[in-house]
């Protein structure tokens, strides 16, 4: 982006001009359900289950085809916490990664002039890599390979915040 002193005056001052490039990165916590595991098993099992249950990391590029609007390449890494249960002695622990290339689009709302709303949405081919539950029981101990590929995406809505006189980072929180 141009200098602090070259976008003065401009109509978007916090947006990158039409025809230009973007990197970003982004580290997120999720949620798979908004089921709790414990609702599968009997009451006094013992759950553990964590808040968040995994967390993301994506990093993308994005062309900017005018300054409220632009599409991209994205990569993101999921990584999902290990969940088990305790039920009589019998042990359960699930473990999961996924690898997601995606396109998006996103499109910025400016609120002032160091502020703007986001709304994304971007979709891809997710593969989940080193997924397994493992079954201990007292006869031994069984481990089931999940690994697997789909389709996905997700829709966000989000606060950008401009951390720079230069505006050219930013940190950003969304849901």
Not at 39 to 56: A, E, K
Not at 87 to 113: H, M, N, R, V
Not at 156 to 173: K, Q, R, V, Y
Request: charged residues 20%; hydrophobic residues 40%.
């Amino acid at each position: 982006p141009a200098s602090g002193e070259s976008q003065k005056g401009e109509l978007y001052p916090t947006l990158p001009p039409g025809g230009s490039f973007v990197f970003g990165a982004a580290l997120e916590g999720f949620g798979f359900d908004v089921r709790d595991l414990g609702q599968f098993h009997s009451p006094g099992t013992d759950v553990r289950q964590d808040l968040p249950y995994g967390f993301g990391l994506q990093a993308g590029l994005d062309y900017a085809l005018d300054p409220t609007f632009q599409v991209g390449l994205q990569v993101e890494f999921l990584r999902r916490l290990t969940a088990g249960v305790t039920d009589g002695g019998d042990e359960y622990q699930w473990d999961a990664s996924a690898l997601a290339p995606s396109l998006g689009a996103k499109l910025f709302i400016p609120l002032d002039e160091a502020t703007n709303f986001v709304l994304g949405l971007s979709g891809g081919y997710h593969f989940l890599a080193a997924g397994s539950l493992v079954v201990e029981t007292g006869t031994g101990i069984d481990k089931v390979d999940l690994s697997g590929e789909t389709f996905g995406g997700k829709v966000g809505a989000g606060i950008e915040l401009f951390l720079d006189e230069n505006m050219d980072s930013s940190l950003g929180f969304g849901i």
